[in-house]
């Protein structure tokens, strides 16, 4: 029997062969490869070295400056995430719980929330001096939830709501006086019944319970004692202003007047806001200066914020913190 040879030009001529077909087989998986990592699409923003500045700004000259909690959807970019930029014309300036309204610095056209007849709204702790009482609605709740406080504290019921924004002050008024600031919807003016007869509230006896708690309902004595100088009006106890209970609560703590609130406010902004804490949630108020007939104001793309002009230049931005 022949023996077999090997033969090496054979199996020279197979390995190359088969090595050229592995060699083929991973070039062709390495260009699938390639061009399937190519075809991913990645959608959204993300945060680079040097990201893009994409802007989206609001104009329209109705922003609701209500005292309704609102929230937006506008998107600024990544460089301020969570937050959009909202430019407020200057016939906003008026409009807002924290809007300083005098005979300087008149009320403007705009409203303040959706107002309510006292009548159909009230509690039975309190009365009213007349069928056509209106308020806006958040001060009204307020104020219904402080008179079910006050009864309960001093069983009393003898408060008079004498006026809102439409105030009685002719001959043998008991509220001697009517305030510019009234046409907000926000104000209230109290009178006492006692002994079948009506007084004026001299922020005295039980019924100074309300001078001393009013804060934590989000009203404030709008011209309190000793604050003549800032506020230009002597005491004046029976005149109510909501602004809030945040707001309130923050004037209430820092004996401030609307004045000395407002000035304070001024030196808070966007990168270094005022933080408080009311009824265990976290605000941030800053400011933001108008300029050239419009403010710029940033605000969180989610969350509750609130607007206020001050009516003299400046808007008011209060947000809750997450």
């Not at 004045?259 to 933001?288: Q, R, W």
Request: glycine share 8%; proline share 3%; aromatic share 12%.
């Amino acid at each position: 029997m022949a023996k077999g040879r090997f033969r090496w030009k054979r199996f020279l001529a197979a390995t190359v062969v088969f090595c050229g077909c592995i060699y083929g087989a991973d070039s062709v998986r390495r260009d699938m490869r390639q061009k399937n990592t190519s075809s991913i699409i990645v959608n959204g923003d993300f945060s680079s070295d040097k990201p893009e500045k994409r802007t989206e700004k609001s104009t329209d000259e109705t922003v609701n400056l209500s005292n309704d909690p609102q929230a937006t959807t506008i998107f600024e970019g990544v460089q301020n995430l969570g937050f959009s930029e909202l430019t407020i014309p200057d016939s906003q300036l008026s409009s807002g719980m924290l809007a300083i309204i005098d005979d300087e610095h008149p009320a403007g056209k705009s409203t303040n929330g959706t107002m309510v007849n006292l009548l159909k709204y009230k509690n039975e702790y309190y009365t009213l001096v007349s069928e056509s009482v209106k308020l806006n609605e958040e001060a009204a709740d307020a104020f219904n939830r402080m008179m079910t406080d006050y009864y309960e504290a001093t069983e009393l019921t003898d408060f008079i709501v004498y006026g809102t924004n439409d105030t009685f002050t002719g001959e043998g008024s008991y509220c001697p006086e009517y305030f510019p600031e009234s046409a907000t919807g926000n104000t209230v003016d109290l009178a006492v019944s006692a002994c079948g007869g009506i007084f004026a509230y001299d922020g005295c006896d039980a019924e100074s319970w309300v001078i001393d708690n009013c804060t934590k309902y989000g009203f404030i004595v709008r011209y309190p004692e000793g604050k003549t100088a800032k506020t230009g009006h002597e005491f004046c106890p029976w005149h109510l202003r909501y602004v809030g209970e945040v707001h309130a609560s923050v004037m209430g703590e820092k004996n401030f007047c609307l004045e000395e609130y407002i000035d304070f406010l001024k030196g808070y902004s966007f990168d270094n806001a005022f933080s408080c804490t009311c009824n265990g949630v976290t605000y941030e108020i800053y400011t933001s200066e108008a300029k050239d007939g419009a403010a710029s104001a940033r605000v969180p793309v989610s969350g509750k914020y609130t607007i206020s002009g001050d009516n003299i230049g400046t808007y008011i931005i209060t947000t809750e913190k997450n």
